[in-house]
């Protein structure tokens, strides 16, 4: 709490007393900015901000007797709805002097959630060689499955976009009257799904051939037990999500090079070793000119054929090929990869990513007020770029 100083006589206001309290007062001051600044960086509540009491604030101006409330515009609140049923209400007994003057419409909405079961009966014929012939399943039924095209795609809604798990879907699906079982749920969720595995699979490759930069980032993740990654690239056009156990440069150009998996020496892999110092011999002993292996076995083999031993020499000599398959592939070399500055990404053009420009500012501590002020004015700056 603030000093509260007695008040001084006119006569006792020497210029050193005046100084004095002057002094006293700034000290004051920095004190209260010192404590405050203490309690921010220890993360504890602030010194409450007393707003004046709102028994004090003005009241807002009147409206206009001829203007609207504000929100009371009328909108045609069904205009986008699909009206699939018409029912004619009418009136039991009308007057008998009545006019008949049309309907007035009153729109109800209903969500029909009922099971529906369907006996296909397909004829069976047998030919004269004794063969039986059955006719075909219409084209809405799903292979394999006793389900419908309705089940299988509210199944993969709940369970992938809502985050239903399986134990609440099947409880879901059985209380709305449908005869399923935990197998055959797990069924619907996992199998005959290649049309997915083989999108996700096209999705990185053209996402890069029609982007100019893909930012990339990654995290910690457990699978199946065991401690891994997970790795993120996408932009505002495509999302790529790739899980594996590790976090080296060599996982993330193999993950770029996807669906890929050869290793090509080319000048882009040359330029590559040089920048990185690889030793001149080595070099020389890994045949350039477009030599392609065909996969990581292959590969590996070949160093070993050319004499290339060496724990980093590998690693170096790897990079550069996985690099090269990526240019061979069609991958833009002015790609921009915008990352954290995190080396496994420095692979192509590497960009900082703004958020962690922003971050040596958190870390300056100010002197006072007006710095502070200052310094949250630049970080927002940023944050609105």
């Known amino acids: ?103 007035e419409d009153y729109v109800v909405q209903e969500l029909i959630l009922e099971p529906r079961a369907t006996r296909y009966r397909r004829e069976r014929w047998q030919t004269a060689d004794g063969r039986i012939v059955l006719a075909p399943l219409p084209a809405e039924v799903v292979p394999g499955s006793h389900f419908g095209p309705t ?29 399923i079982s935990a197998g055959q749920l797990n069924h619907l969720l996992t199998q005959g799904r290649d049309a997915f595995h083989q999108e996700k699979e096209e999705l990185l490759p053209t996402g890069l051939q029609v982007s100019s930069y893909g930012g990339v980032d990654d995290t910690g993740a457990r699978h199946r037990g065991q401690t891994g990654s997970c790795l993120h690239l996408g932009n505002d056009r495509f999302a790529y999500f790739q899980s594996s156990d590790s976090k080296s440069r060599l996982n993330f150009l193999a993950t770029l090079r996807q669906p890929h998996a050869d290793y090509v020496v080319n000048e882009v892999a040359v330029a590559y070793w040089e920048r990185q110092g690889l030793a001149r011999a080595v070099i020389q002993r890994v045949p350039g000119g477009g030599g392609v292996c065909a996969d990581e076995a292959t590969w590996q083999a070949h160093l070993a054929a050319n004499g290339v031993t060496g724990e980093r020499p590998r690693r170096i000599a790897t990079a550069g090929a996985l690099r090269g398959s990526l240019i061979h592939h069609g991958v833009a070399p002015d790609l921009v990869v915008l990352s954290d500055g995190a080396p496994p990404f420095d692979v192509l053009v590497q960009a900082s990513c703004w958020i962690h420009a922003e971050r040596p500012l958190a870390r300056l501590v100010p002197f006072g007020a007006a710095h502070r002020e200052v310094l949250e004015t630049v970080r927002g700056r940023i944050w609105e770029l």
């Open 1 to 103: 709490m603030p000093l509260s100083l007695p008040d001084i006589p006119e006569h006792e206001r020497s210029l050193l007393v005046l100084l004095l309290l002057d002094l006293i007062q700034q000290q004051q001051q920095r004190i209260a900015q010192l404590e405050d600044e203490i309690v921010r960086l220890k993360g504890l509540t602030p010194r409450p901000d007393l707003r004046p009491s709102i028994l004090e604030t003005p009241p807002p101006p009147s409206r206009p007797p001829d203007a609207k409330r504000p929100g009371s515009d009328k909108r045609p609140k069904n205009a986008h709805l699909t009206i699939h049923r018409e029912v004619v209400v009418a009136l039991a007994d009308p007057p008998p002097d009545a006019t008949f003057k049309g309907y």
């Open 151 to 179: 089940v299988h795609s509210y199944v993969l809604h709940q369970y992938h976009h809502q985050r239903v798990t399986q134990p609440l879907l099947l409880e879901q699906l059985r209380q709305l009257g449908l005869d």
